[in-house]
């Protein structure tokens, strides 16, 4: 069966440090991987997605990027932390394949909070 | 374009008494759609899911949902509540681009 995991699962950082969460997922071959944030008292927001290696969709300009250095590892990072960039961070997985379900599969999520 | 609107961003019942979760959606095509539940700091989990095959849907932990055509609403119910389903309900609705696209939830509290 699939698994996925996140971390860290807290996080605490001053402003301007730099950020990066990890996201693997086990059990399966070439997913689709994605990142959402969630800010307090609102829904979810997606950040990035990725059909494969070193493939990289951003929907939202901001102060965060991602990698897929691996076929099922998913990063996001951050030069320097904003206040505004507090929140529940999710990753996400779907199978890739052609014919497979559109549904999604959630880790755990990573609570940051900036300082 | 496809959305989804949750009617209700707060929902209150007592443990045993129905529950209802409203949801409506807009989309060009016969849509995916989907019910996830969140506890507190916890993931997203799926509840059910609707691909056409059958109106009614029945998901994990006593839950339903009915697609309704011709209302455009995919309602979640449950027949008594529990404590535990205490938590943070979205409805969602797949956008056709490898995307999903979320509902702004429903919190549901559960009374003793």
């Known amino acids: 069966s699939q698994t996925i995991h996140q971390w860290p699962a807290t996080l605490v950082q001053p402003v301007g440090s730099p950020l990066s969460l990890e996201c693997t997922v086990e059990g399966t071959s070439n997913p689709n991987l994605y990142w959402y944030r969630q800010a307090a008292g609102r829904g979810l927001q997606l950040l990035f997605y990725?059909?494969?290696?070193?493939?990289i969709s951003s929907e939202v300009p901001q102060n965060l990027s991602a990698s897929r250095p691996q076929d099922r590892q998913f990063i996001l990072s951050s030069k320097k932390l904003l206040l505004s960039d507090s929140g529940f961070y999710l990753c996400?997985?779907?199978?890739?394949?052609?014919?497979?379900?559109?549904?999604?599969?959630f880790g755990p999520g990573t609570r940051l909070t900036v300082l | 374009a496809q959305s989804v609107t949750q009617l209700d961003s707060h929902v209150s019942v007592s443990e045993g008494t129905p529950v209802l979760l409203r949801c409506n959606y807009s989309s060009s095509y016969s849509p995916s759609l989907f019910w996830y539940v969140q506890h507190p700091n916890k993931g997203l989990q799926l509840l059910l899911k609707y691909t056409s095959a059958a109106t009614l849907v029945k998901g994990i932990n006593g839950f339903e949902a009915e697609f309704k055509k011709s209302e455009t609403s995919f309602h979640l119910t449950k027949p008594s509540a529990h404590m535990s389903d205490a938590a943070e309900y979205f409805c969602?609705?797949?956008?056709?681009?490898?995307?999903?696209?979320f509902g702004a939830g429903t919190r549901l509290a559960v009374h003793p």
């Open positions: 996400a997985w779907r199978t890739g394949h052609p014919e497979g379900t559109d549904t999604q599969y």
């Open positions: 969602v609705v797949y956008s056709g681009y490898n995307k999903l696209i």
């Open positions: 990725s059909v494969g290696i070193g493939q």
